[in-house]
């Protein structure tokens, strides 16, 4: 905490210091109100805002002119009050990106700054062949063509967040180990940077966190404030939110639940260690399960996205197949095991489910929840739930994108061309 030497008042360290920084933190607050609480008359904001009503006013005229906002019909603020006209989010001209890529497919996420989508592609995509450098090629293509979707439909991008299964440097852009991609060491932010339009904002981070992010957001799990998130795909991770804060750790290398150690006596992991919890649980091993001899249809060839290999497993598991529902329920098993380690370290409310841990949820929960309530020490006093995702394979492109939308709305003087002047009319921030 500091003090102002003119009001005296005490004030949080991080609280704005000058008007304009004042001035972009109210427009965030009326933005982020509006995102929260849907169409609302300028009254009603200041009032849900504590911020005066002619400091609204201002505010939302310049929203207005970046086009952030737009007026819709009139909203009756009170009974004695004057119809005032409803505000909205609108930003149709921001476009936001979000792109996954993962050992089998390259997934798009586009929308606009409500939120509408404006691109959706999921792309069978073998991350294994021909190397990081291929990666790139291909994931530049992808972002090219999704931004021109993008802009036919009329937004203008104003960035794009890459989600990747491994260790992410934030800060530098790199991936710093994907094993099941094979990358070590890949300046893939800068790369991507270099090849896309000057000006578009690039960031790279695990798509586990991405993901969290985005159930935590509007996801099966919105509102709570203590949830794992785990990716069921060829490897796992986990994304996990703490007291509503994603916990990233000292390097932002948190999370990596998939090389838990679970087995001395396991599996080689693609990482170079041995027995990793996603050599029990990942789809990489189940499909191996269910196919020692590659009869069961599911050879990589012909490329597809994973979807479509789970599809082929649920079809099994409906005709009541006794190997692929013996080695499901394994999986099951050995996800209880796992789902109660972090719930003795971090104790969630809910772990969800995602990629094709939600797609045979119904079949591998049964099989986790008693390990899970033999193995947490808190036994059931730890209310934790595991629970399907319905964003499916798409969390994790879904939050990229988010990440980008909050991004605007937390300064939305950096996107828009106001005509109106930028300084305020009416004392800044005046609450
Ligand atoms: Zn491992």
Request: charged letters at 20%; proline letters at 6%; glycine letters at 14%.
């Amino acid at each position: 905490m500091s003090t102002s030497p003119r009001s005296g008042q005490v004030r949080p360290a991080n609280a704005p210091t000058d008007q304009l920084s004042l001035r972009r933190a109210n427009l965030s607050r009326t933005l982020g109100h509006l995102r929260v609480h849907g169409p609302r008359s300028r009254a009603a904001i200041a009032a849900g805002t504590g911020l005066h009503k002619a400091t609204v006013s201002s505010l939302v005229d310049e929203l207005l002119a970046r086009e952030l906002v737009r007026e819709t019909g009139l909203e009756y603020s009170g009974s004695a009050g004057r119809p005032g006209r409803a505000v909205a989010l609108h930003g149709a001209g921001v476009g936001a990106l979000g792109v996954a890529i993962n050992v089998d497919y390259i997934g798009v996420h586009g929308t606009d700054l409500a939120g509408r989508v404006l691109v959706e592609r999921r792309i069978p995509f073998d991350a294994t062949e021909g190397g990081p450098d291929r990666c790139v090629d291909a994931l530049t293509e992808v972002i090219r063509r999704a931004l021109d979707d993008l802009g036919d439909a009329g937004a203008v991008p104003v960035g794009v967040t890459v989600a990747v299964p491994g260790l992410v440097d934030i800060a530098r852009g790199t991936v710093v180990l994907a094993p099941n991609l094979g990358w070590h060491d890949l300046s893939l932010g800068p790369r991507l940077t270099a090849a896309l339009p000057a000006g578009l904002r690039v960031v790279v981070d695990n798509d586990a966190n991405l993901a969290a992010l985005a159930e935590h957001t509007y996801g099966v799990a919105a509102g709570s404030r203590d949830l794992v998130y785990l990716t069921g795909e060829v490897g796992v991770g986990g994304g996990v939110i703490s007291d509503g804060r994603l916990l990233r750790g000292n390097d932002g290398f948190s999370g990596e639940v998939g090389h838990l150690p679970v087995d001395p006596a396991g599996r080689r992991c693609g990482c170079g260690r041995t027995g990793c919890w996603e050599t029990k649980v990942g789809l990489a091993e189940l499909i191996r399960a269910v196919t020692p001899d590659r009869a069961y249809g599911l050879d990589p060839e012909p490329l597809r996205v994973p979807e479509e290999r789970v599809a082929e497993l649920r079809r099994r598991l409906d005709d009541g197949d006794p190997v692929v529902s013996a080695a499901v329920a394994e999986v099951g098993r050995w996800l209880g095991l796992g789902g109660a380690i972090l719930v003795n370290l971090v104790n969630p409310r809910v772990i969800v489910l995602g990629g094709y841990f939600a797609t045979l949820a119904q079949w591998l929960v049964p099989a986790a929840r008693p390990e899970l309530d033999r193995l947490v020490v808190a036994g059931r006093a730890a209310h934790c739930r595991f629970v399907a995702s319905d964003l499916g394979f798409t969390a994790a492109a879904r939050g990229a994108a988010g990440v980008v939308v909050d991004r605007v709305i937390a300064d939305p003087t950096s996107v828009g061309n106001p005509t109106h002047a930028v300084l305020p009319t009416t004392p800044a921030g005046s609450p």
